[in-house]
Each structure stands twice: as C-alpha cells, then as structure tokens.
C-alpha cells in the first residue's frame, strides 16, 4: 500500500518532529549529546531552523524548506547525528523513524503558537532538555519568522498564554492526540416519535415427532433337526488265518562213535557219608 503524500505548505514553514526508531532508545545521555545536535542546526546551510527543542526522545522544530522540500532539508541533519551517534554508542541501526512528521504552519497565528510551544517545551513538560535559537543568551526570533507572523505581537500574545501543547507536539509527553469529532453528526431523533419496538418474533413451536411404533419382529420357527439314522458300523473282514509252514523234521544224525581208548573202567561206588552223632552239632 502506498504511504500518504507529504502536505505541503504554501508559506514553506512547517512544524517537524523527530522521534526514535525503537521507542525504549534515547536520543540524547549527556550534553556532549545535545551540543552535536546544536552544533549540526547551526552548521545547516541557509540557516532553515526558526525554533528547536531537544529532548531525550524526541526533537521538536520550527523549520523552512529549502528549494527541495521539507525532506531533503531535514535528512543531512539527523544522517549526520545518527552517524556520530553510532560511533559512540555502537549502534548499527537506523536511530530516526524512517520518515519523520511534519505539519505545515499557514498562518500568522498557528506559527506564533508553534514557536511559542517550542520555546517553553522542556520547561512545560517537566523534561530535561535544550530549547533555542538564542542570542546573547536570550531566545531569539529570526527575520523569517518575524516577517511571516507580521511582527511579534502574535508571538508576544501566545507567550503570555498557560502552556499547552499544540496537538501536534503532544507525542512528545507519550500520550496520543485526542481524535478529532467527526464533522457530520447525526441528525437527533424527532421526541415525538415514538421509537417503534419490532414484534418479538413469536417462538415456532415445532411439532413433536411421533416415534414409530416398532413393528413386531417375528421369529422364524426353528426346525427340529431330523435324527440321523445309526450308521451301521461297517463289517471289518475277518483276518485270513495266516497258514504257518511246516516245519521240516531233522533228521536225526547217527551217533558217533568214539573210539575205544581199552578196556572200559566200571565207575566207582559211591561212598556213604556218615552222619555226626546229635550231641555233636
């Protein structure tokens, strides 16, 4: 998406505002700090920056544009403190938001309260801080910015005004501009007319759903099985007598005769063994 075109001013003045990159860094530690940047708006060519005020956080200007714009008048300025910033501090990202706000200042009037916000900021919010241009240690007012206002009466005017801070400015404190009431209101209902109350819509009864009534289930009759008839056994066959062969007689073998060794001895008698007398056992 496109960001918005910058407004630009038909007097080329416009009221800037310099915040930090990361909400929690600071701007500015030590008046080493404050001088560099004082030093750089000085050093500026043609001398573009009416009013300034330097706090911690942030960098409120009064400023005209150069032939380039607002822009290009505003980055040599911070390019050149965040390099000198870097350096000290060690610090390799940008230290500026990427583009800066800006709100061009039309009238007398709307530049005599920007200046005169300026110059008591610090003061106003209770914050440490710078505020300037100064001429022999009073604030001072350059031709431009009298030239443009017509004089200092405006400026006188708002300086005797309580402090406040312009809407623009308010960032500065941490809290967020009030939104601005939207132009068109809504025209006022007549009192008379009764504010007509739409019918309740009535409840829609929903018919109740009659359950079916569960058919009866009927059971198929279970058939008796039919007994098997007995099967018979089958007849094992009678096992075959197993005929036995005839075992074939050996003949019997004529003795042998063994030859006569002489004359046959009759055997023995046998001996009696006499029996020991009973009083003897």
């Not at 300086?159 to 941490?174: C, I, S």
Request: glycine content about 4%; proline content about 10%.
């Amino acid at each position: 998406m496109a960001r918005k075109a910058r407004e630009k001013s038909s007097t080329g003045i416009y009221a800037v505002l310099l915040t930090a990159a990361d909400a929690d860094r600071k701007l500015f530690y030590d008046d080493d700090d404050y001088n560099e940047f004082i030093t750089r708006i000085y050093d500026m060519p043609d001398e573009p920056v009416l009013a300034f005020a330097l706090c911690e956080r942030a960098v409120c200007l009064v400023c005209r544009e150069n032939e380039r714009g607002i822009g290009w008048t505003i980055k040599p300025l911070t390019t050149s403190y965040a390099h000198y910033y870097g350096e000290c501090y060690d610090n390799n990202g940008g230290l500026f938001e990427r583009r800066f706000k800006s709100e061009p200042l039309e009238t007398a009037e709307a530049l005599a309260k920007a200046l005169a916000c300026v110059h008591r900021l610090c003061e106003g919010i209770g914050a440490e801080g710078f505020t300037g241009l100064y001429v022999d240690d009073e604030l001072a007012l350059p031709q431009l910015a009298l030239d443009a206002m017509g004089g200092r009466d405006a400026y006188d005017a708002a300086m005797r005004e309580d402090f406040a801070l312009t809407t623009f400015f308010m960032p500065v404190t941490g809290e967020k501009p009030a939104k601005k009431a939207a132009e068109k209101k809504r025209a006022p209902k007549a009192a008379d007319k009764a504010e007509k109350k739409k019918p309740e819509p009535k409840p829609v009864e929903k018919p109740e759903k009659k359950k079916p009534e569960p058919k009866p289930v009927e059971k198929p009759e279970k058939k008796k099985p039919e007994p098997k008839a007995a099967e018979k056994p089958e007849k094992k066959p009678e096992p075959k007598p197993v005929e036995k062969p005839e075992k074939k007689k050996s003949e019997p073998k004529a003795a042998e005769k063994k030859p006569a060794l002489g004359p046959e001895k009759a055997p023995a008698p046998a001996k009696k063994k006499k029996s020991m007398p009973s009083w003897l056992l």
